[in-house]
């Protein structure tokens, strides 16, 4: 059973960055899909940034590629993401989430078995 822990959302102005951490507890796979998702209330959860354990590849979406960067410290099992120049459109409710990776990008919420508890990110122009 693996739990993700949550930590690092606030308030901060246009233009300022924050970042996000995800502690991942326990061990089910030996490769994980790791993910950041957002949603904002009455909008469908959206996948921002995607990575894999141990690999190198990663993606983002259009509207944060250049200003996030998603990483991940592999000896403390800890998935990070950097936001920087932050708009007002970027304020949601963030969440992590790590799901078995069989090689390719998990692109989907489906692919994803465990969710962080979400972190609030609130950003005012």
């Known amino acids: 059973q693996v739990q993700l822990v949550e930590s690092g959302g606030g308030s901060v102005q246009a233009g300022g960055s924050l970042r996000l951490s995800c502690a991942r507890l326990?061990?089910?796979?030996?490769?994980?899909?790791l993910a950041w998702f957002r949603q904002v209330p009455g909008k469908q959860r959206e996948g921002v940034a995607f990575?894999?354990?141990?690999?190198?590849?990663?993606y983002y979406v259009d509207s944060v590629k250049d200003r996030f960067t998603i990483s991940q410290d592999n000896a403390k099992n800890t998935l990070y993401l950097e936001m920087n120049s932050l708009k007002p459109e970027d304020t949601a409710m963030y969440y992590c989430?790590?799901?078995?990776?069989?090689?390719?990008?998990?692109?989907?919420?489906?692919?994803?078995?465990?969710w962080g508890q979400g972190t609030q990110v609130a950003v005012s122009s």
């Open positions: 990575a894999t354990t141990g690999g190198v590849t990663t």
């Open positions: 326990g061990h089910s796979y030996s490769r994980y899909c």
């Open positions: 989430a790590a799901g078995r990776s069989f090689g390719p990008l998990c692109l989907s919420p489906s692919e994803y078995d465990y």
